[in-house]
């Protein structure tokens, strides 16, 4: 079956970096359109990146542009957030998921990764 891992969640400083993968077993990556979500207690989850399956474009929310980057290493059927100049707001748990086609629900989601930052 489809698993969606996350890991390279933790506890970080502001203006610290980490960064978050996501690898794909039952599934190839490089076929779907990957997403990253996040959510903070007491709120929704949001949309932060996704990174397209047909020419690797990338999309970015607004909170985290110009700070987080998404890649993907199709020889690993993995999927990446770098995530740079971490602010206190940034505090979520972080999940991956996969979309067949750009418009439909995301499909595959995986288990979420904690990210704290610190102040």
């Known amino acids: 079956q489809v698993q969606l891992v996350e890991t390279g969640g933790g506890l970080v400083q502001a203006g610290g970096s980490l960064r978050l993968s996501c690898a794909a077993s039952?599934?190839?990556?490089?076929?779907?359109?990957a997403g990253w979500f996040r959510q903070a207690p007491g709120k929704e989850r949001e949309f932060v990146a996704r990174?397209?399956?047909?020419?690797?474009?990338?999309y970015y929310a607004e909170s985290v542009k110009g700070r987080f980057t998404m890649s993907r290493d199709n020889a690993k059927n993995t999927v990446y957030l770098q995530m740079n100049s971490l602010k206190p707001e940034d505090t979520a748990v972080y999940y991956c998921?996969?979309?067949?086609?750009?418009?439909?629900?995301?499909?595959?989601w995986g288990q979420g990764t904690q990210v704290t930052v610190s102040s």
């Open positions: 990174i397209t399956r047909n020419n690797g474009n990338t």
């Open positions: 039952g599934l190839t990556f490089s076929t779907y359109t």
């Open positions: 998921a996969a979309q067949r086609r750009l418009g439909t629900p995301y499909e595959y």
